[in-house]
């Protein structure tokens, strides 16, 4: 588990951080694929959890393990993604930013 201690904000002072989840997958359709980026509520949705049991597995496994479990499960599911399409600036390739898994 991770311990916080807290950041400090120069307008706020000390304040909590909280666990979020990131996830980068490959969608693909009959068009083709993109990789896409899933952040917070949307991210733990597509995985078929809600925010209490995703932050009790993380707390009872280790990231790699829960990881490794998260991959099989949605590994070939279909999801529908609410979302738009735009050009990483690092890469320059082309990478969907899912706002809602409808």
Do not use: P, Q
């Not at 951080?17 to 896409?36: C, L, P, S, Y």
């Not at 991959?71 to 930013?97: A, D, M, Q, T, W």
């Amino acid at each position: 588990s991770i311990e916080n201690s807290g950041v400090v904000c120069e307008n706020c002072g000390e304040v909590k951080g909280e666990k979020r989840a990131i996830m980068g997958i490959v969608v693909e359709d009959d068009t083709g694929e993109v990789r896409a980026n899933l952040f917070g509520d949307s991210a733990i949705k597509a995985i078929g959890m809600d925010k209490t049991n995703f932050e009790k597995e993380l707390d009872e496994k280790s990231s790699e393990k829960l990881v490794e479990e998260i991959r099989e499960k949605i590994s070939g599911n279909e999801l529908k993604l609410f979302g738009y399409l735009k050009v990483n600036n690092y890469s320059g390739e082309n990478e969907f930013s899912v706002k809602d898994v409808i």
